[in-house]
C-alpha cells in the first residue's frame, strides 16, 4: 500500500477512535473517511484491533523522533515535553485516552498498547546509549524506569488528576528523577 493512503487510513482511525471511542471505531466508518474501500483495509488489517494497532505505532500523528541536544538532562526534558504534547494537545490527547481506556478490558487492545509503549522505548534507548557513552550515566542504570518515572508523572498530572502542566514542569521532573527532590 503507498504510504501517503496508508497514513490516511491511519489518520481516520485515529480520528475516529478520538471521537467516537473503540466501540464507535469500524472499519466502515474508517473506510468511509479515509477514501478507501473497506475491503482493501481488510486485506491488510483483519480486524479493526489490527487496523488500532498499527495505526498507534505507524500513525505520522503520534510519530516521535529522539531528541539529540547532547545533554541526557536536554534531552530527558524534551522526551517529557513529547509525552505532555501527546497527552494535552487535541487529537493525539484524545487518542492516547480512549486507546488506554478501552484496552482496559480488551486484551487484543491491550496488546496493542504495550506495543506503542515498547516501539516508544526503543527509540527512546538511544538517548540513554549516547548518555552512557559520555559518561552522563551509569552503565547500570536503568533507562525504562527512569523513562516510567517520567512518563508516568505527565500521565498521572494531566491524564489522571486533569492538573495542566507548568512551562518547567520538564525541567523540574527531569531535576527530580537524575538530581533528587529538592
Not at 531528541?67 to 536536554?74: F, I, M
Not at 540513554?128 to 523513562?147: H, N, S
Amino acid at each position: 500500500m503507498a504510504p501517503r493512503k496508508e497514513q490516511q487510513i491511519f489518520r481516520a482511525t485515529l480520528e475516529l477512535l478520538a471521537g467516537k471511542g473503540y466501540d464507535g471505531l469500524t472499519v466502515e466508518g474508517v473506510a468511509e473517511r479515509s477514501g478507501v474501500n473497506k475491503t482493501t483495509i481488510y486485506r491488510w488489517w483483519p480486524s479493526k484491533a489490527a487496523l488500532l494497532a498499527a495505526a498507534l505505532v505507524e500513525a505520522d500523528l503520534l510519530a516521535m523522533e529522539p531528541p539529540d541536544t547532547g545533554s541526557l538532562r536536554k534531552d530527558l526534558e524534551a522526551l517529557v515535553q513529547g509525552v505532555a504534547a501527546l497527552l494535552t494537545r487535541p487529537p493525539a490527547a484524545d487518542v492516547a485516552v480512549a486507546a488506554l481506556g478501552a484496552a482496559v478490558h480488551r486484551p487484543e487492545l491491550a496488546a496493542a498498547t504495550r506495543r506503542f509503549f515498547a516501539d516508544r522505548f526503543a527509540r527512546e534507548e538511544a538517548v540513554f546509549d549516547r548518555a552512557k557513552r559520555r559518561g552522563e550515566l551509569p552503565a547500570t542504570a536503568d533507562p525504562m524506569l527512569i523513562m516510567d518515572l517520567l512518563a508516568g508523572a505527565v500521565w498521572l498530572r494531566t491524564v489522571f488528576r486533569g492538573l495542566p502542566l507548568d512551562d518547567d514542569f520538564a525541567a523540574k521532573a527531569v531535576s527530580a528523577v537524575l538530581d533528587g527532590p529538592s
